[in-house]
């Protein structure tokens, strides 16, 4: 098993949005998110988050990897142009995030998204303005605001929750709400 990576494993949703302004509402949900995330692998094991639901390809490891890259690509490639690489982008491998060897381990990858989380943190903290636009124009979308990137960061978590929850239930049998 591997050491807790959540202190309180019963968080509520956050209580703002009709009292809160903008930018409390986009972080706080956002922050929700990746605390769910992470009571998503919670107390599992090298093992067990390699598991995947038949017949997806889809693992507990390479979602967690695949949010190290989000969270960099987002934040730290997109709206500050700060790298241009990912942490696992292999040149012939455009989803290398999800292919994971068997020295991948799940703390090595947590190390890496509370690093990318981080500095994403940083990075909205010194941004005041919601409607500021990316440095870097990306091809499908143009500039696009901290308010989009914080919104999409929000869906990108919230659709790969529930395919954690479907991991989860069928490694050990815990559902979560």
Known sequence: ???????????????VGSREDERTTLVQFLEYQRIVFLRKIDGLDDQQVRVRVAPSTIDLLGLTRHLVDVERWWFRGVFTEEV?????EVADDPDADWHHGPADTLASALEDWHREVGRA??????TPDMGQLSSMATARRGQVSMRWILVHMIEEYARHLGHADVIRESIDGVVDD
């Open 1 to 15: 098993m591997s050491e807790p990576v959540v202190d309180d494993a019963r968080i509520p949703l956050p209580d």
């Open 84 to 88: 241009t690489d990912a942490v696992y």
């Open 121 to 126: 943190r940083e990075i909205v903290e010194a």
